[in-house]
């Protein structure tokens, strides 16, 4: 009988390398989307096992890609700016300029002011966090910038507003209330009334 070659069966070294890197991502993807839905619920110190249960994975997975909660807390921010940053297009193909402005800043509310604990980090002198703040600049002026534009070509809006200081003031505005006779939808309403100040009806 011919010996059994046990190297026979196993894939390739570089085979098993693409696996493990593609295990990897999958489980990157789910740990920052457990964490966001988390976070959103319970804030950004809920227990690291609440956030591995909802990515079905273990909480050695979880420290070895963020051996800190401020790495974790990071990675999820930066996961969202680039979803808030990705989805101006769809607005501008789909929506009047103004409308895809109001609409995306409404999206920017959702990061800033709903998800517990995060836009504290985004405005934190932690230095854990302090490259947040330029990558909100980098990542989101120019996706602001040119919804802003389309809106003054379109004569939909007034001038005199930039886009950081849209960001400024709708950051500021989104900030969680935490008053137990405002209601949850309070950011929301107050950057709508700001938004309607800068809309333009042609006479």
Known sequence: MTPIDSTAAQPPAE??????????????????DAAKAVFAASGVHAPAKE???NAGLGVGTLYRHFPRRADLVVAV???EIDACAEAAAAMRAEHTPYEALRQW???????????????????????????LRDDVAERLEPVVTELIADALDADEMVAGLDARELLYAIGLLGQPVSAADIGADYNQRMVAVFMEGLRHSPN
């Open 51 to 53: 956030i591995t249960d």
């Open 77 to 79: 921010l930066r996961h």
């Open 105 to 131: 800043v409404s999206r920017y509310v959702e990061l800033v002011g709903t998800k517990r604990g995060l836009a504290e980090a985004l405005h934190s002198d932690d230095q854990a966090f302090a490259g």
């Open 15 to 32: 085979g098993r390398a693409r696996r493990r890197r593609a295990d990897a991502e999958r489980n990157l993807s789910a740990l920052l």
